[in-house]
């Protein structure tokens, strides 16, 4: 079954500004990671967060994890043109297998 | 930089046929997945293997079967392809580490299914 859900399903900024993602899942968790994709392409890791941590940071990247509410957020802070792509979040539960949200598409206008 | 091959970017099948789709890694990671990926269904575990000749079912075994037999290599097979298999199958493979495992993904095949 699907664990994570991103909300919003997609999202259309002017580059230049902040973009947030949130990602809701359901189950205990290991680590949470965010991945990207451009379109028809396979997925890029970008961030992992892991159950002990609340805050990462990855140059423009900002991923935050509250384990109480069971949901994480994505923001990539001064947007490009080039950012845009759907992104997606994952848990690992430790049960060697990954699961995957329907993602959001996230669309960057110059 | 790891990198995961997947056999074919698009292909093109009848209904029926029997259907592989094979995966290669090159980092002697232990662990390969099979997705499949549909619009606003994002990705979904078809079966995944964490050893040579080990395979477990995920979220969508139905109609599939996998192989491996070798380390590197993780074949999905469509035992008689049917259309609602028409999709974009993505593999994955991992090293197992504790905390920090992440995905390293091929660029998928479209798969059409006539």
């Known amino acids: 079954s699907q664990q994570g859900e991103e909300d919003p399903q997609a999202l259309s900024i002017q580059e230049g500004e902040n973009a947030t993602m949130n990602c809701s899942y359901k189950?205990?968790?290991?680590?949470l990671q965010w991945y990207r994709q451009n379109s028809g392409r396979g997925l890029v890791h970008l961030i992992l967060?892991?159950?002990?941590?609340r805050e990462k940071h990855s140059g423009r990247l900002r991923v935050t994890l509250d384990t109480s509410k069971k949901s994480s957020s994505l923001l990539i802070t001064a947007s490009r043109a080039a950012d845009t792509a759907s992104y997606f979040c994952a848990t690992d539960d430790n049960n060697n297998d990954m699961r995957f949200g329907a993602g959001t598409r996230l669309t960057v206008k110059p | 930089d790891v990198k995961v091959t997947q056999s074919s970017r698009y292909l093109v099948k009848r209904t029926g046929e029997k259907v592989f789709l094979e995966c290669v890694q090159d980092?002697?990671?232990?662990?390969m997945f099979w997705y499949r990926q549909d619009p606003g269904l994002g990705l979904r575990l078809i079966y995944f293997s964490y050893d040579v000749k080990m395979k477990e079912k995920g979220d969508i075994p139905e109609g599939y079967s996998v192989s491996r037999e070798k380390k590197e290599r993780f074949s999905l097979i469509l035992e008689s392809a049917s259309t609602n298999q028409t999709s974009m199958y993505l593999c994955?493979?991992?090293?197992?580490?504790?905390?920090?495992?992440?995905?390293?993904f091929g660029s998928g095949t479209q798969l059409s299914v006539l």
């Open positions: 980092m002697d990671h232990e662990n």
């Open positions: 994955a493979s991992s090293q197992p580490t504790t905390g920090d495992e992440k995905l390293f």
């Open positions: 967060i892991r159950s002990n941590e």
């Open positions: 189950t205990s968790i290991n680590n």
